[in-house]
């Protein structure tokens, strides 16, 4: 779904290139998690292959189509993200207002929109936030309304570059929920840029991230018990390493899969 061949980038007046030579492909209405340590490359690269940056060097093709000037639009379509920071993307001054721009980009039919937008709402659970203003909701109200912006547009792949990392545990928690409920129930390709290994570990698919390469990629299972890789990565947290090590002295008498299932009762 998603194919990068030979990907560079380098920011403006940067020295060294934030990606500098990345390939991978990411498979269609798969999830997969995107891991490395802080600067490593993740947000620059969910940028480029939602065509908001412009590649230095390489090629990016979204289901068959290479990302350039004259497809951008088509991209821009295909491809939804959400940010790490909920304050910074709402566009409409009202809740319904935001939902409804998306769609009036779409071509729905006005008339048509008011249930829609009630519909994606509910289904964040944000149905009764229609007429409030975005800056009066907290963080994790933020996150579900621009989840359901995103929604709106109906793109076929959603990328959630660290949507959870600014929100208290509940807001996450609910947020995560309305993730694993968009993985359920409808056929998308979904990237989620994390720290949080609860959900790494539910992906299809994890690609692991290093000073502006991909240092690995596979079942997030076969990643998590090579100590060697996890410690080259240089992943902030502390969990990983406990998974990690326990995996490895625990492997010539548990399976792993069951390991990992007890790990989260
Ligand atoms: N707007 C920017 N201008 C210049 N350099 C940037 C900018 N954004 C990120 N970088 C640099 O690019 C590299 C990759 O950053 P980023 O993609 O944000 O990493 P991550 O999301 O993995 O933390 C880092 O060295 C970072 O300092
Ligand atoms: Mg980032």
Redesign the pocket.
Known sequence: MVKVRELKFK?QG?KKY?LDGVDIDIPKFKYTVIL?H???????FSKLISGIYKPTDGEIYIDGIMIKKSSLRQIRKKVGIIFQNPDNQFIGSTVEDDLAFGLENSNVNPKLMFPIIKDLLNKVDMGNFLNREPHTLSGGQKQRVAIASVLALNPEIIIFDEVTSMLDPKGKEDVLKIIQDIKLTRQKTLISITHDMDEAILADNCII?SNGKIIASGSPKELFKNHELIKKSKIDHPFIYKVSSKIDWMIPTYDIDEFLENLWK
Request: hydrophobic share 25%; aromatic share 16%; no cysteine.
């Open positions: 920011y940067a934030a490395g802080n600067g490593s490359g993740k947000s620059t991230f």
